[in-house]
């Protein structure tokens, strides 16, 4: 397990849905470890790395390392211009991942971003109509559920209806700062797109997911920097609550604040209510009992029940969207749903950061 949540990038079981080279993607802006799980989970699901572009030597030259089988192209264009590649994947700077997409879609390719996809409200209007006019696809990378595989059992456990309709979600998502580990656009917030919008999105995302809501109202939200005063680009505590059109609740807590002591890079958790019964998250560690990943608690009516899944499970997503780009269909995740947790995610840092400046002014 990575110390460093910047360096996520887990490996499941194979589990190909395509023929070898009947689906080829590349890897454009490397900015973000993520990348890496991003291509993993692709590659599992029977995808080839065809390609992969950065302008930074030192991020080209470890990714060419870590995938042997892909090329290195001479620019982005080269990579647009090829027939064969039919998804584009990026964790670019947060702030530059839209640009990547629509020229990606421009040239007739899927996207496949890092969260935050975006980090602008004119990006996401960007995004849509690019959609809209391409018909192509603006696929988005919320790890903490599609990549955990305790996430994806607590979603297949809610579908089951081991407990009931969800009413309320409660995450927790605590990062290690790492400070000598980060890149410079870490610590400039127009870059970073602030940290409601950066980690938060996986939490909005989640709370989408699992209460069935379409819609949300962002009821407050806050952000802090309490201890990196060197670092004024930098909120290193958000939380947030939201009121789902069904009218589920949902409140998160996200930081960047986990200890050294503990062995992972956060203690990210969440619970989920529902009307018969109430299922608890212990993703990445069971701190201070077994540092194992994935652990799952369900209390309902036929009793309490404790789960490890870690390596049962396996990580659907990617081979339904390698399906959905050939097939044109919307079974990983629809194009909406993306969309909407990423809106709301820069509605929450847009009112947390007006909130603050009127607080400082006062």
Same mark, same amino acid.
């Given at each position: 397990?990575?110390?460093? %949540?910047?360096?996520?990038?887990?490996?499941?079981?194979?589990?190909?849905?395509?023929?070898?080279?009947?689906?080829?993607?590349?890897?454009?802006?490397?900015?973000?470890?993520?990348?890496?799980?991003?291509?993993?989970?692709?590659?599992?699901?029977?995808?080839?790395?065809?390609?992969?572009?950065?302008?930074?030597?030192?991020?080209?030259?470890?990714?060419?390392?870590?995938?042997?089988?892909?090329?290195?192209?001479?620019?982005?264009?080269?990579?647009?211009? =090829?027939?064969?590649?039919?998804?584009?994947?990026?964790?670019?700077?947060?702030?530059?991942? @839209?640009?990547?997409?629509?020229?990606?879609?421009?040239? %007739?390719?899927?996207?496949?971003?890092?969260?935050?996809?975006? /980090?602008?409200?004119?990006?996401? +209007?960007?995004?849509?109509?690019?959609?809209?006019?391409?018909?192509? +696809?603006?696929?988005?990378?919320?790890?903490?559920?599609?990549?955990?595989?305790?996430?994806?059992?607590?979603?297949?456990?809610?579908?089951?209806?081991?407990?009931?309709?969800?009413?309320?979600?409660?995450?927790?998502?605590?990062?290690?700062?790492?400070?000598?580990?980060?890149?410079?656009?870490?610590?400039?917030?127009?870059?970073?797109?602030?940290?409601?919008?950066?980690?938060?999105?996986?939490?909005?995302?989640?709370?989408?997911?699992?209460?069935?809501?379409?819609?949300?109202?962002?009821?407050?939200?806050?952000?802090?920097?309490?201890?990196?005063? @060197?670092?004024?680009?930098?909120?290193?505590? %958000?939380? @947030?609550?939201?009121?789902? =059109?069904? %009218?589920?609740?949902?409140?998160?807590?996200?930081?960047?604040?986990?200890?050294?002591?503990?062995? /992972?890079?956060?203690?990210?958790?969440?619970?989920?209510?529902? /009307?018969?019964?109430?299922?608890?998250?212990?993703?990445?560690?069971?701190?201070?009992?077994?540092?194992?990943?994935?652990?799952?608690?369900?209390?309902?009516?036929?009793?309490?029940?404790?789960?490890?899944?870690?390596?049962?499970?396996?990580?659907?997503?990617?081979?339904?969207?390698?399906?959905?780009?050939?097939?044109?269909?919307?079974?990983?995740?629809?194009?909406?749903?993306?969309?909407?947790?990423?809106?709301?995610?820069?509605?929450?840092?847009?009112?947390?950061?007006?909130?603050?400046?009127?607080?400082?002014?006062?």
């Amino acid at each position: 397990m990575s110390m460093d %949540g910047m360096n996520y990038a887990p490996k499941g079981k194979p589990c190909a849905v395509v023929q070898p080279g009947e689906f080829a993607f590349a890897a454009v802006g490397l900015d973000h470890g993520h990348i890496g799980g991003m291509c993993n989970g692709l590659i599992e699901a029977g995808a080839q790395l065809k390609w992969i572009y950065d302008t930074n030597e030192e991020n080209l030259a470890k990714y060419l390392a870590m995938y042997p089988q892909a090329k290195r192209a001479q620019n982005e264009q080269e990579i647009l211009e =090829d027939a064969e590649v039919m998804l584009v994947a990026s964790a670019a700077i947060p702030s530059e991942r @839209c640009a990547v997409g629509l020229r990606a879609m421009l040239a %007739g390719k899927d996207y496949f971003a890092d969260k935050a996809p975006m /980090t602008t409200l004119e990006q996401l +209007k960007q995004a849509r109509d690019a959609v809209a006019k391409t018909g192509r +696809k603006y696929a988005v990378y919320y790890s903490e559920r599609l990549h955990v595989e305790s996430a994806v059992f607590a979603g297949q456990l809610i579908e089951q209806g081991a407990i009931g309709r969800v009413i309320q979600t409660l995450g927790m998502g605590p990062h290690r700062f790492a400070e000598s580990t980060r890149p410079d656009w870490f610590f400039k917030r127009e870059k970073n797109g602030g940290i409601l919008c950066d980690i938060g999105s996986h939490q909005i995302e989640q709370f989408l997911f699992y209460t069935g809501a379409k819609d949300a109202q962002i009821t407050a939200a806050r952000i802090e920097n309490f201890n990196h005063p @060197c670092h004024p680009g930098v909120d290193d505590f %958000g939380d @947030c609550t939201l009121l789902g =059109d069904n %009218g589920a609740a949902g409140y998160f807590r996200v930081d960047w604040f986990t200890p050294d002591g503990l062995p /992972t890079w956060g203690d990210g958790r969440m619970f989920i209510l529902g /009307t018969d019964g109430y299922i608890e998250l212990r993703k990445y560690t069971d701190v201070a009992r077994e540092h194992e990943r994935d652990h799952v608690y369900l209390v309902n009516g036929q009793g309490a029940f404790q789960y490890n899944v870690c390596g049962e499970v396996g990580f659907p997503y990617f081979g339904k969207l390698i399906l959905d780009c050939i097939n044109r269909t919307e079974q990983a995740m629809t194009q909406e749903h993306a969309f909407k947790a990423a809106e709301l995610c820069i509605k929450a840092q847009i009112m947390a950061e007006e909130a603050k400046f009127e607080k400082y002014i006062r």
